[in-house]
């Protein structure tokens, strides 16, 4: 079983990552030539490409947090109904807690994307006190949060992944694990 949520894991992480990166990097760069063309379409030189970069980078970083959170409801939709190492979570229909939905839209994952969420902001809480504890007795940072960033919160964002996983057939009654 442990296997299946591994294999679970890694395919949403992979699909995780794709997406938020994919999509940040084209809202980015469109934001990029828009403020480039909004500003008189200087000749290209080294010094605009530069400038044009630091732009990129800039909003890479604000349009990923925003992204991050598109991707999180979409991915959440190609995580039922897949089998791996013999196991697949199943979305059970509002009407009749026997049938299950196959497939699994984005209206159907409403309800289970609220709870999931809510899930993984506590389990992200969790490892954030946790990193504050270690932070404060190990390290030698003079302020609280001088090690956190948007990647750090990715990570941490990635790991609860995985144990929300575990918990949410437990935590949400329309989700449940069957052999395939």
Request: hydrophobic share 55%; charged share 15%; net charge positive.
């Given at each position: 079983m442990?296997?299946?949520y591994?294999?679970?894991?890694l395919?949403?992480?992979?699909?995780?990552?794709l997406?938020?990166?994919?999509?940040a990097?084209?809202f980015?760069?469109?934001?990029?030539?828009?403020?480039y063309v909004n500003?008189?379409?200087q000749?290209?030189?080294a010094e605009?490409w530069?400038?044009?970069?630091?732009i990129?980078?800039?909003?890479?970083v604000?349009?990923?947090?925003?992204?991050?959170?598109?991707a999180?409801f979409?991915?959440?939709?190609?995580?039922?109904n897949?089998?791996?190492?013999?196991y697949?979570?199943?979305l059970?229909s509002c009407?009749s807690?026997?049938?299950?939905?196959?497939?699994?839209?984005?209206g159907?994952l409403?309800?289970?994307?609220r709870?999931w969420l809510?899930?993984m902001?506590w389990?992200?809480?969790a490892?954030?006190?946790?990193a504050?504890i270690?932070?404060a007795?190990?390290?030698?940072?003079?302020?609280?949060?001088?090690?956190?960033?948007?990647?750090?919160l990715y990570v941490?964002?990635?790991?609860?992944?995985y144990?929300?996983f575990?918990?949410l057939?437990?935590r949400c009654?329309?989700v449940?694990?069957?052999?395939c």
């Open positions: 442990s296997r299946f591994l294999l679970l894991w395919r949403w992480l992979t699909r995780l990552t997406c938020s990166l994919a999509l990097s084209v980015s760069l469109l934001v990029t030539v828009f403020i500003q008189g379409t000749s290209l030189n605009v530069l400038a044009l970069f630091e990129f980078k800039f909003w890479f604000v349009l990923w947090s925003l992204t991050l959170l598109i999180l979409r991915s959440l939709k190609y995580v039922f897949s089998c791996a190492n013999g697949e979570l199943i059970l009407k807690k026997s049938e299950y939905i196959s497939p699994v839209g984005y159907d409403i309800k289970v994307w709870k809510t899930l902001i389990l992200v809480g490892q954030m006190i946790v504050l270690f932070t007795l190990f390290t030698a940072y003079d302020a609280i949060f001088d090690w956190f960033n948007i990647y750090v941490f964002v990635l790991l609860a992944g144990f929300s575990t918990f057939s437990a009654k329309l449940k694990v069957r052999k």
